[in-house]
């Protein structure tokens, strides 16, 4: 059974084998949606349909939207296209799956070999926003493309960035029309990195219409956001349940790049997205799919309490040691006793002192939610491993600001942070790539994993390190938020790191001995 708009048309069959089809007239809404589109995103990989895809269609189903969504991908690869639908598949912490046929993309658009279409797309006075999930790199001014596109035309325009500010540009000359870009990576005031680069192609352009219709809120907006939704690569496991249902080519196929591609993403329940309510040609009522719409403060305030303090440094916490005990699962790694008082400490008793209260959610409740729904939620093939990519880029936001928090409170004390100067130390074990039974593994993509791991290559399993080779990384302000030493956090990284490497299974004992303490 194929998925295309044809097998569709025999929903009983698909709904006896338990997958959810859209209930609008899909045809009529590609229609509309082509001719007046408002939404368009770049970058329609899987937290896009699992989060603002089927928000979308959602909200399609209840006659709220009666148009979807445009999707811009980077170039058409060929293949098959599954008349832009795909599959859902909801991994629940109750132990039931949900699958739904998502269809709220009426045409998928290519930034590469598709630019006619896109900047008919980009003039039409309708578009109202254009969302981007990209990741942080996709931000970046650095490579060699976009020094290119700052000497040449907009029409030569070649990198992604550049692609992009080239139709804005044409917006902005079919008629200055507004409209709100909006970045939705996961990464830190998110919507000035986006603003910062369409800028500075406008300069590198001479343009100073365009440049004022940039600067301008009234024509050009760029929110910020924040967005939690834990997506991993597509499952084999759940290819092999969607192929079992008689789905043909589902299995997910690795690009040479490493990047898993599938037709169907895999993701869980718990999902947030709060955006700075700022749209000036208006926005579709997503607030109707849960979106939290408020101010640029607040916003900031959800991302430090999720990125500082009730999520993301649990994740890591556990990611580091997971790769050191020989966990391949987030979710099994919360059944080991250790572990959870590990994440409950840091979650609780560390960081909830000096959390930030963003008032729309309330921060004990959303670290209750990841730390009995979400981390431990069976069905969810998440990896330490996939944690444990750019730790020395995560460790001053995920655990600096809590220490900067102490230092500048009256009522707290630096030196009651005990677990979280245990995580250092255990990235500082983690960068050996020895596991605790003495196996060697691979640790994940860094771009200071070779420089960091010079500071421990003299350490072996067994023997007492010398941690005075250790100050060049423990003072790197730029790798943990602060310099250890100056904090006075540095003498029990060291002690911790001294125990982890005592003997094959000093992690384990070492871990029990303090999360018992707590």
């Known amino acids: ?100 046929i998502f269809g709220a993309v009426a045409e998928t658009c290519y930034l590469y070999g598709g630019e006619e279409r896109l900047e008919e797309i980009f003039r039409n006075p309708s578009l109202q926003l254009a969302t981007f999930t990209i990741t942080e790199k996709g931000y970046s001014l650095d490579s060699d493309d976009v020094k290119t596109d700052f000497a040449a035309s907009p029409a030569e325009a070649k990198s992604y960035m550049g692609k992009v500010a080239a139709l804005l540009l044409a917006r902005y000359k079919a008629g200055a029309y507004p409209i709100a870009m909006v970045s939705t990576d996961n990464c830190s005031h998110n919507g000035d990195k986006l603003k910062a680069a369409m800028r500075a192609f406008a300069e ?22 924040m967005i939690d939704k834990i997506t991993p690569s597509p499952d084999l496991t759940v290819g092999a349940m969607l192929e079992k249902d008689g789905l043909e080519g589902f299995a ?31 926005r579709p009522a997503l607030e109707k799919a849960g979106f939290f719409f408020t101010d640029r403060e607040t916003v900031d305030k959800v991302e430090r309490m999720k990125v500082c303090t009730c999520l993301n440094p649990l994740h890591t916490s556990l990611a580091i040691f997971g790769c050191l005990l020989g966990y391949d699962k987030i979710w099994r790694e919360m059944q080991d006793e250790d572990l959870k008082k590990l994440v409950y400490a ?88 020895v596991d605790d039974n003495g196996n060697a593994f691979e640790p994940s993509p860094d771009p200071m994993l070779e420089t ?22 423990l003072s790197n302000a730029s790798v943990f938020g602060v310099d250890l030493y100056k904090v006075g956090l540095a003498e029990r990284v060291g002690d911790y790191f001294e125990e982890l490497c005592a003997s094959p299974g000093a992690v384990r004992t070492t871990l029990h001995k303090y999360v018992t303490e707590e």
């Not at 930030?356 to 981390?375: A, M, N, Q, S, Y």
């Open 1 to 100: 059974m194929k998925l295309n708009n044809e097998t569709l048309k025999n929903r009983a069959e698909w709904e006896a084998k338990g997958y959810r089809l859209p209930e609008y007239d899909r045809d009529a809404m590609i229609t509309r949606t082509r001719e007046n589109p408002t939404w368009l995103h770049f970058g329609a990989g899987n937290i896009f349909k699992a989060l603002h895809g089927m928000a979308a269609q959602r909200l399609l189903n209840e006659g709220v939207l009666d148009r979807g969504i445009l999707a811009v991908e980077r170039m058409d690869r060929g293949g098959e296209k599954y008349d832009d639908l795909s599959v859902v598949v909801t991994l629940k912490a109750n132990g039931t799956v949900e699958k739904n």
């Open 204 to 225: 590198a352009w001479d343009d100073e219409g365009f440049k004022a219709y940039i600067e301008d809120g009234r024509t050009v907006s760029f929110p910020w956001t």
């Open 252 to 282: 997910p196929v690795r690009n040479a790049r490493g990047t898993v591609k599938a037709p169907y993403v895999n993701a869980e329940e718990s999902e947030y997205l709060v955006l700075e309510d700022d749209f000036p040609n208006g």
């Open 346 to 433: 840091i979650g609780y008793k560390e960081g909830l002192p000096v959390v930030t209260d963003p008032g729309i959610i309330k921060p004990r409740d959303f670290i209750e939610t990841v730390l009995t729904v979400r981390f431990p939620n069976l069905f969810m093939p998440d990896t330490p491993q996939r944690i444990t990519t750019d730790t020395s880029q995560k460790l001053p936001i995920r655990f600096g600001e809590t220490i900067k928090a102490y230092l500048a409170s009256d009522a707290l004390n630096i030196h009651d942070l005990k677990l979280i100067p245990l995580v250092f130390a255990g990235w500082l074990r983690y960068l050996m790539a």
């Open 452 to 473: 960091a791991q010079s500071y421990v290559s003299d350490c072996r399993l067994g023997q007492k390190p010398d941690c005075g080779r250790l100050k060049g990384l």
